[in-house]
Nanobody
Framework: QVQLVESGGGLVQAGGSLRLSCAASGRTFSTYVMGWFRQAPGKEREFVASISWKGGITSLPDSVKGRFTISRDNAKNTVYLQMNSLKPEDTAVYYC????????????????????WGQGTQVTVSS
């Protein structure tokens, strides 16, 4: 069992930045693939970023690539999402997730492969 708690969301103007944090407990953090997803009202949950066990491999979709960065600090059992150049379309609830499938080089954008989810943190980008 893994517990995930997100923090760092809030209201920011377009072009601004936020850093989201996700603190994990209950399982060996360093052997979990970690990811971020987001969900806007009326839309499906959307993949944002994934990072491998040791942080050496990351995956991000074109919609956020170049603006967002995912990282992790296994000593602190924490994964981060640095969001720069924010746009109104980035407005959503952002969820941290953990996947136990795959090996040390694995990253995944498949929602169903993430077994554990946080409660989410709201990010609102105003124009």
């Amino acid at each position: 069992q893994v517990q995930l708690v997100e923090s760092g969301g809030g209201l920011v103007q377009a072009g601004g930045s936020l850093r989201l944090s996700c603190a994990a407990s209950g399982r060996t953090f360093s052997t979990y693939v970690m990811g971020w997803f987001r969900q806007a009202p009326g839309k499906e949950r959307e993949f944002v970023a994934s990072i491998s066990w040791k942080g050496g491999i990351t995956s991000l979709p074109d919609s956020v690539k170049g603006r967002f960065t995912i990282s992790r600090d296994n000593a602190k059992n924490t994964v981060y999402l640095q969001m720069n150049s924010l746009k109104p379309e980035d407005t959503a609830v952002y969820y941290c997730a953990a996947a136990f499938r795959g090996g040390q080089y694995y990253v995944t954008a498949i929602r169903e492969e993430y077994a554990y989810w946080g409660q989410g943190t709201q990010v609102t980008v105003s124009s």
